[in-house]
Each structure stands twice: as C-alpha cells, then as structure tokens.
C-alpha cells in the first residue's frame, strides 16, 4: 500500500469545562461533578491511514511532553478497540498525532487523542460497534473520554460519564491561556477542602453569550481555589484575560489553563494577540466552540 494514501486526519478537540462541580465522591475515590463543557476548533490532530506495521509518531509544540510507549492514551485506545474487536478483524495501523494542546492542563487532550483514535479506528476497521459501546471502551481509558466522543455542548454528571447534550448552544469566541506548568489532577482533587458542593443551577432556556455569562456568574469551578493556591501563575493567567476584554473568565479542569469568553472570533482573536505579545512563552490560542449543530 502506499503511504499515506489512505490517510485521514480526525480532530482532536479541547474540552473546556465552562462550570465544574465536585458534588460528592464514590467509595471507591473518583469524584462526583456536574460541569458543563464545550468542545473547541483548536485541538490536536490524529492521522490515521492502513500500513504494513503499527507505527506512531507525535510531532508539535507539545511532543516532547507525551509518552511514546504504551502509555499514550493513543496507543490505549488502539489496543482497546483492537480487543473489543477481536481477532482477525484489525489491520496494522500508522497513527501520527500532532500535539498542540498543552499536556496535563486541563483540556483533555489525551483523553480527547484517545476518543479521536476510537472515533478513526472504529470507521476505518468497520467495525460493529454503537456510540454506547465505543463510549463504554472510552469511558475504560478514562472518565473524559465518553464527553470527547460526543464533542458537542454538554452537561457531564457522575464521574463525567453520564451526559445529556444541550441544544441550541451556539458557537462561542474563546481565548485559551496556559503559563506553562502542568498540574496534576490527582493533586488537585487530594488538596479540595469539600466535595458536597452545590449542584449547577438549571441552564437559561436560550444560550447566547449574554444569559451564559449571566448563567456563568452563578456557578463555580470547584477546582480552581486548590489549582490557584499550588499554582499562582494561573491567577496571573486570570487577570491577563480580564484585562483583555474577556466577558468572564475560569479555569478549565485541574488548569492550568484558563479560558476568557468573547462575543465574537475577531475580538477573541485581538485579545490573543495582546496577551501573546506579553506573554510570548505562554501558550495562548483564539478559537471558537463546537455548536450543538456542528458536524
Ligand atoms: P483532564 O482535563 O482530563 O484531567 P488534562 O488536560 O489535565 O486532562 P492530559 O493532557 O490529558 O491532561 O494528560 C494527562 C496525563 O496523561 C499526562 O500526564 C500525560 O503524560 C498522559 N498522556 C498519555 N497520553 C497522552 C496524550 N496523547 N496526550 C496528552 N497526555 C497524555
């Protein structure tokens, strides 16, 4: 076969928790949340395409933070499905993953790699399998990875498993801002001084920037008090976007990354530029959300 001729690209989302909950915590640890989430144009890229052997290779900004042994969440995903799929029913496979998303930040990019290789696999092998049991594979390599799959407006509850879509959510100008240290989840949720939070309040009846704004002053992410206290920087990341112009702006997950809401792409992208100038060693990106209608 000849390479790369059958190669596709699959996006690999940010996942940008608008509002995150921690509402309790199951017996066996993992945390209860209720978070609504938005899916952003910027992302990783994974490059599927047939091959003689298994292969993978990462390039982009973020390369040289990820694992290339059996550790990416890509490589789970591939040997998951190959698994579920059972024998005989799965070629050899190229996978390239462009790494642009920061790395233990907060957006989900492993856990979104790995919900774009499933995704790619599962057409590419035609293999049988429903969006409920891809999900349940997603949801073996981690509790973000069933919302990945989904990519569109959501409220994720129990562990981020159990997720029911919000319609009519338009696309939403967003900057993304990181100073550039993970952080660990784990360290986070260990640091929370409660976990019975109040549950997020009813979403408006229609969601534009201005009655999600509004919305969004009523919530919280749950996170942040214990993300600011081990990582200062990421209040510095806050007030960068505030005095950019963003309508409102939090952290995302376990951060470090920020995000700032605009009105519209252009003044997002103004805004980027601003705080990129400032601060050339952040990582710093316009893009606009996922709708609940887009592809
Ligand atoms: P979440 O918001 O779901 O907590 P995150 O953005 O904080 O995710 P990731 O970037 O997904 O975190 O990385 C979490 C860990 O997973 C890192 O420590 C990293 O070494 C490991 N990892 C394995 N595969 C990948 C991958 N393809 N991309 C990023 N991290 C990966």
Known sequence: MEDGKLARIWAAPAKINLALHVTGRRPDG???????????????RVEIAPAENDDFTVSGRYAPAVPLDESNLVLKARDALRRAAGPGKTSPISIKLEKNLPVASGVGGGSSDAAAVLRGLAEIWDLDLDGAALARIGLSLGADVPMCLAAKPLVARGIGEELSMVPDFSALGLVLVNPGMPVSTADIFAALSRRDNEP???????????????????????????????QPAIGRALSWLDKAGSGFSRMSGSGATCFGLFETGNVAKRAAAEIRGRQPDWFVAATRSMSSEAE
């Open 30 to 44: 993992y945390h209860l949340i209720e978070s609504l989430a938005v899916f952003t144009r910027f992302g990783d």
């Open 200 to 230: 997020l309040p009813p979403l408006p009846r229609s969601i534009d920037f201005h009655s999600l704004r509004n919305w969004l002053e009523l919530t919280r992410n749950d996170l942040e008090p214990a993300a600011l206290a081990l």
